[in-house]
């Protein structure tokens, strides 16, 4: 009687490389230019099947508190109960719910965005991963880039100041990018 091999495939773990990623948002300032941030702590892991990248899964946590534009004013006013409310909300959160792909290292991942204690669904739009690559210590890496459009009204974020002009201090639309370069586990 013959056996039959079934096909096993390599689950592989990969961690967050903080030192290597990070977390960025634009937003418009008095309706004229867009003032960029960051996140400087972030952490999480994204797990891959094989080359099969519609079944990988990924888990991001990004630290509210490391925000940085470089402006302390600015900064505080972000981490106070007008915007991100560190205090109520250390984190913004992305758990992965459905991954798509369309080409060669072109995905779109959506997923479970928490931010100021609110999840909605949201998708982004991901160049990657990048082929694995070993850097000067043994280790495995791989990166994406991945970004998406949020209205941060969706998530409680409503503080806006009227401008004398017209228009508002703040504008709605943030736009998220994050390079990640990731560890094998």
């Known amino acids: ?37 960051q996140f400087a702590k972030l952490s999480g892991k994204l797990i891959t099947d094989g080359t099969d990248h519609s079944k990988s899964r990924v888990d991001t946590v990004i630290d509210a508190t490391s925000i940085h534009t470089n402006d302390p004013q600015r900064d505080a006013h972000l981490k106070s109960a007008d915007f991100l409310d560190v205090e109520k909300f250390p984190t913004l959160e992305f758990k992965s719910t459905q991954v798509k792909v369309h080409g060669e290292g072109d995905l779109s991942v959506e997923g479970d965005l928490t931010i100021h204690g609110v999840t909605k669904k949201v998708v982004f739009s991901v160049e990657g991963p990048t082929a694995p690559a070993k850097d000067p210590w043994g280790n495995t890496r791989i990166a994406v880039a991945a970004t998406t459009k949020i209205n941060r009204k969706d998530f409680g974020l409503t503080w806006n100041a009227a401008l004398e002009t017209g228009g508002i201090l703040v504008g709605e639309e943030v736009t998220i990018t994050l390079d990640v370069q990731y560890v094998k586990a």
């Open 1 to 37: 009687m013959a056996t039959m091999t079934v096909p096993q495939t390599a689950v592989t773990t990969w961690n967050i490389d903080p030192a290597h990623s990070v977390a960025e948002f634009k937003v418009k300032h008095m309706m004229i230019s867009n003032v960029k941030g």
